[in-house]
């Protein structure tokens, strides 16, 4: 009887921005494993944009028959209306961004209307479509709390001092989540997410970038991987747990804001160390600023270089994240740490290369 009433019950349906990003395609996998449909919005390119989804979602064979598809752009509020309207998600997961922080001083408008001003358009959407029972969740960011003294870890009250155009967009974006939750008693909540990596990260964020340049640098297909600032401290954690959270905080029985994180913090160059090491690379490090180098000491070469263009205007030394909120009510923790995020990410490289 259990079993059946449990069939019947209509399937949840959900609706992604940013579906084509890291975090995206994971979601899909685990909200398709939930028995969710799911909605996810590409925005038009050039070139192909769906690598990461290409696996679940096959315009073809059509692999999966609860995943859908569809154009839309979240700097397009026609868009966004129409395809909330003709969807009417239970649940919008909003990871639409242009996420990249020294990106954002280039592209400074264009990362205010899409990271921030996106946000606006998909609640005023469910304010205007009176979808007040459609919950709503924000890519929050770690990013947001930006020049930090004296405040580690930071937790959900710590105060914002973002240091990007990006960060101050993602405060704008939670501020008006909180806004719509305030005043008009949508569900929408804040994920603010720390650092968190995948074999599917994007290639110019400093892990993936990293672990790309040693591997090939390893197997003789690349001689230097250049970088910017080694001695920023992030704390990192796995795309497959940051994306559970996500679900999670949805399910809670009052909208809210969390933060997630490892609680465990490092260098870039310690991370670059413990790469070296598992590629079986012997690094040695000499000089200071930007004549620092790293060398592999069995081949006598210089490996690793600085370079100045990969430094930020405003940058963000130090993230460390106290996750008990979420520990403690989400009974949220992460199953990876730095050891198995790298390896995970070292493995797919070398595989990516065997092909
Ligand atoms: P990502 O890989 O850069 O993915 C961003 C997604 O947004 C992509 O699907 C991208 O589409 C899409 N997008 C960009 N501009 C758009 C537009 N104008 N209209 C519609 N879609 C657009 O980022 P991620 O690492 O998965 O992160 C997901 C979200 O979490 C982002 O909002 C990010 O800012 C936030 N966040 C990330 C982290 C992290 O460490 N990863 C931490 C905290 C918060 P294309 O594929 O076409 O570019
Ligand atoms: O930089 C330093 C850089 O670009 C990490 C996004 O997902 O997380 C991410 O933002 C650190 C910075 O990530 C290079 O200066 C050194 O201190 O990998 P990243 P991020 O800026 O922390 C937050 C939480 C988000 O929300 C963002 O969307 O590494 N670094 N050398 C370098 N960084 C890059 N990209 N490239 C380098 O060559």
């Known amino acids: 009887m259990g079993n059946l009433i449990k069939k019947k019950r209509k399937k949840k349906i959900a609706l992604i921005y940013g579906v084509t990003g890291q975090d995206g395609s994971y979601l899909v996998e685990f909200l398709l494993k939930k028995n969710y449909i799911v909605h996810g919005v590409k925005r038009r390119s050039s070139s192909a944009n769906t690598d990461r989804i290409d696996h679940i979602y096959d315009s073809i064979n059509f692999k999966n028959k609860n995943f859908f598809i569809h154009y839309g752009d979240i700097t397009d509020s026609s868009s966004v209306f129409n395809i909330i309207n003709n969807t009417k998600p239970n649940e919008i997961y909003n990871l639409a961004a242009q996420s990249h922080v020294r990106v954002s001083f ?135 747990d940051y994306v559970e959270s996500m679900w999670k905080i949805m399910q809670y029985k009052k909208p809210d804001d969390w933060v997630i994180a490892t609680n465990y913090e490092i260098s870039v160059k310690k991370f670059i160390n413990l790469c070296a090491k598992k590629l079986k690379i012997n690094l040695i490090w000499k000089n200071n600023a930007e004549k620092e ?63």
């Not at 009250?157 to 990006?166: A, E, I, L, Q, R």
């Not at 672990?211 to 795309?239: C, E, F, P, S």
């Not at 060398?295 to 690793?304: E, V």
């Open 106 to 240: 280039e592209i400074p408008e264009y990362t205010a209307n899409t990271t921030a001003l996106g946000t606006l358009r998909i609640l005023e959407a469910l304010k205007s479509l009176n979808l007040f029972k459609t919950k709503y969740y924000q890519a929050s960011s770690s990013e947001m709390f930006g020049k930090q003294k004296s405040n580690i870890p930071q937790n959900e009250s710590t105060k914002f001092y973002p240091m990007s155009v990006y960060g101050v967009s993602k405060v704008f974006a939670h501020n008006t989540t909180i806004l719509y939750r305030e005043a008009y008693g949508i569900f929408a909540c804040n994920g603010i997410l720390f650092n968190h990596e995948s074999p599917r990260r994007g290639p110019n964020f400093v892990t993936k970038k990293i672990v790309q340049g040693l591997v090939r640098i390893k197997l003789k297909k690349q001689k230097v991987l250049t970088l910017g600032n080694l001695y920023a401290i992030r704390d990192w954690g796995h795309a497959i």
């Open 293 to 355: 180098v790293g060398i592999d000491k069995d081949l006598k070469k210089t490996i690793i270089k600085i370079d100045k263009k990969y430094f930020r205007p405003g940058e963000v030394d130090y993230l460390k994240g106290d996750f008990s909120k979420a520990r403690k009510q989400l009974k949220w923790k992460p199953k990876y740490n730095i050891n198995s995020l790298i390896d995970e990410m070292i493995k797919s490289e070398l595989n990516f290369h065997e092909k």
